[in-house]
């Protein structure tokens, strides 16, 4: 596993549709990590910014060749644990549900409602059983810090809502994005599940950026959500969230740890050590070291 030397970072940065790489990096080196879990979706640029280490990820890879719903998310996270990261920025483009949140609006989200099908979202199972609780996904206090620097940077923010995570890759129906609207959900996209449980278990702060496209297909004013629209509105937001992310790195010295993400398997492991299979408890060995010993 690779995670010595100047192979580490502090803060994990997940890149979204259009958002490729962060500009400003120093001392950039790009690597292959390998994890229990397979290869991440890309290689992972290390570098400097504002004096503080950063692991980037492009979600999609470069040039965007995955699916949401082919994503190595347990990879992904993994890797970023593996590389020491303790704190994770996800940025995303997303569809607005709500009359007030337009295109190139930001939405730092604080819930979650998984309409998601078939993609494992959890590190755990083969013979070891956790429940990490999940009532409250994103990091507050990460979260917080986002929305400040994202008002900072002069993009309006709406912080707090509801993300609706659907599994695509088509976009909604009429009817879905009505039934949405309806539970009072304010965004949707596609990508924050599994990202968010497996953070938690990885136990890493994680909090969303949310640059909005779109008004899905609810809107009666408003074209319909298309990839050629979002397309238009992508380049704007990724020029916002670059910004916004160097941003709250700068401002990390400011940031003591104080929420509960570092520590979510405390109470969360069901299954005795000694009934764990040998294999799956290698497997877990970065996750589970800290309570149990090396495997």
Request: aromatic share 4%; glycine share 10%.
């Amino acid at each position: 596993m690779t995670s010595q030397g100047d192979l580490t970072a502090e803060t994990g940065v997940i890149g979204g549709s259009g958002f490729y790489d962060i500009e400003g990096l120093t001392d950039t080196r790009t690597v292959e990590v390998s994890t229990p879990f397979g290869s991440p979706s890309s290689p992972i640029t290390l570098g400097t910014l504002h004096g503080h280490r950063i692991a980037f990820l492009a979600r999609h890879d470069q040039g965007h060749r995955m699916l949401p719903s082919e994503l190595p998310a347990l990879a992904n996270m993994h890797a970023m644990k593996q590389l020491g990261v303790r704190q994770v920025i996800a940025v995303s483009a997303v569809g607005s549900l709500s009359e007030d949140i337009a295109p190139r609006h930001a939405v730092v989200p604080d819930q979650l409602i998984d309409r998601t099908r078939g993609r494992r979202s959890t590190f755990f199972g083969d013979g070891m059983v956790a429940h990490v609780g999940l009532a409250d996904p994103f990091c507050p206090e990460l979260s917080r810090l986002l929305a400040t620097e994202s008002e900072r940077a002069g993009v309006t923010t709406h912080e707090g809502g509801t993300m609706i995570v659907m599994e695509g890759p088509a976009f909604s129906t009429r009817a879905e994005s009505r039934l949405y609207r309806s539970c009072g959900a304010a965004i949707i996209g596609m990508t924050a599940l599994p990202e968010a449980k497996l953070a938690r278990e990885a136990e890493l702060c994680y909090a969303s950026l949310c640059l909005v496209t779109d008004y899905d297909v609810w809107h009666e004013t408003e074209a319909d959500v298309s990839a050629d629209a979002v397309g238009q509105n992508l380049r704007a937001n990724a020029a916002n969230g670059r910004r916004i992310v160097a941003g709250v790195v700068e401002a990390m010295e400011a940031r003591a740890r104080d929420c509960a993400c570092g520590d979510a398997l405390a109470s969360a492991l069901v299954t005795a050590r000694d009934e764990v299979p040998p294999v799956t408890r290698r497997r877990l060995d970065l996750l589970l070291r800290r309570y149990w010993g090396p495997a």
